[in-house]
């Protein structure tokens, strides 16, 4: 069972998960929201910053990872191959991360309190929890070939690593099932537009009455 914020806690502003699988266009989404007016925390944005330079959680990733960190923040490359295909190893990571970028959220909450909407941008929103601090949930989703398409043509990716990143993701159509609303990306930037901007409409009007 999918929990949603409890109604006791619902309160200004309307909390929305913004989630989908690797590849189905949640990062275009995101942006046309923000242009909308929407304030958006992006997670994954967050996660880089707290490993970039200067970061945050550089000392403690460094002390769990040796030598996956240097002048430039975490090195991408070999923290990924020491958690790859490591359950341990990934818990490890995401029990110095999580909290981290918990705190962040809180932050971004608060620096939102008066904005009707505002939105967790949150890939990993049903495999890693965090559905009960959300009012609704947007999924965005496009066809598997879309998807598959999109993801080989970035640098570095494989069949291999899409498989196995598929593996750890929830089916989408599970994730559309579970989502109080979709949005489809796999048409024109135009019509993935005037979706994103319907649901606003619709939204803002229900905080109206």
Do not use: Y
């Amino acid at each position: 069972m999918i929990k949603r914020r409890p109604a006791h806690r619902r309160h200004r502003p309307m909390v929305l998960g913004l989630t989908g699988s690797i590849g189905m266009g949640k990062s275009a989404v995101a942006s046309m929201l923000r242009r909308e007016g929407v304030p958006v925390f992006d997670a994954d944005a967050e996660v880089h910053r707290l490993q970039g330079p200067g970061g945050a959680l550089l000392p403690a990733i460094e002390a769990a990872f040796p030598g996956a960190t240097g002048a430039t923040g975490v090195d991408r490359a070999k923290l990924g191959a020491a958690v790859f295909g490591n359950p341990a190893a990934l818990r490890r990571l995401e029990h110095i991360v999580h909290p981290a970028v918990a705190r962040s959220r809180a932050g971004f909450v608060r620096a939102n309190r008066a904005r009707p909407i505002i939105v967790f941008d949150i890939p990993l929103l049903f495999e890693k929890g965090g559905t009960e601090h959300v009012d609704g949930i947007i999924v965005v989703c496009a066809a598997l070939w879309q998807q598959r398409a999109r993801v080989l043509a970035r640098p570095g990716m494989t069949a291999a690593r899409l498989r196995h990143i598929r593996h750890l993701q929830m089916a989408d159509h599970h994730k559309r099932r579970h989502a109080d609303w979709v949005i489809a990306t796999g048409g024109t930037r135009l019509a993935t537009r005037q979706a994103v901007r319907l649901l606003l409409t619709k939204l803002r009007s229900s905080l109206a009455r």
